[in-house]
């Protein structure tokens, strides 16, 4: 489990794509002594599992199928992602809960300034849009935020300058694709309204 709240933006030094796909990342913030092989780390919103480390970097692996349905896709050697530990017991929940399963890919659609805030604008497949309601959270590129307003298949998100300082998204453009992972709640009240609505 995890927040969405980054604690490291790491770089990917190598890609090596035979079979399952392994990835080198740099992380310099991350407290890798405090974290064993076989823990998982949210990259961008992935949870993916270490399975080698050193001081400063470590290793994971990609299925084809996590490939297939995120935007690991299209990374490439230098790219930045958005890193955070799994949750502890007992530790802060700035954020929300999130599994780091992702449930599809989300396009950058608008970009402008709104007072120091950055004003998002996202489209997601329609299927989700069940899922987005204005006040509720989303995690995009692991990130937990806010939405502000949602109409279909369309949602809009201000990201304070702290964020964008201290993400991926300081370099955010409109076209960009990001990892999308809706609120857990929100997805078992819908499961629960739809069920009901069959009986």
């Known amino acids: 489990m995890f927040t969405g709240i980054i604690q490291d933006i790491g770089e990917i030094s190598a890609i090596d794509k035979r079979g399952d796909w392994t990835l080198t990342v740099i992380a310099k913030k ?3 002594d405090k974290i064993n092989l076989g ?3 949210s990259c961008s919103g992935i949870c ?11 290793k994971v692996q990609i299925s084809a199928e996590t490939v297939d349905k995120t935007t690991a896709k ?5 790219q930045r992602l ?11 929940l700035s954020g929300h809960l999130l599994s780091g399963h992702i449930d599809g890919v989300a396009r950058i659609t608008n970009k402008r300034g709104e007072g120091d805030s950055q004003r998002f604008e996202f489209e997601i497949p329609k299927a989700f849009s069940k899922f987005i309601a ?3 959270s989303i995690s995009l590129d692991g990130v937990s935020l806010t939405i502000n307003e949602a109409l279909n298949a369309h949602f809009g998100i201000n990201i304070i300058q ?9 370099v955010a453009q409109v076209g960009d694709e990001v990892n999308f992972e809706v609120d857990m709640m929100a997805r078992y009240i819908v499961r629960m309204l739809e069920q009901r609505a069959a009986l």
């Open 30 to 32: 991350l407290p890798l």
């Open 134 to 136: 204005p006040k509720g």
């Open 39 to 41: 823990a998982s780390i």
């Open 48 to 58: 993916l599992t270490v399975i080698e480390k050193q001081s400063a970097q470590f």
């Open 82 to 92: 958005n890193l955070e530990c799994a949750l502890r017991l007992g530790d802060e």
């Open 162 to 170: 702290h964020t964008q300082n201290e993400t991926t998204f300081d």
């Open 74 to 78: 299209k990374w490439r050697q230098g």
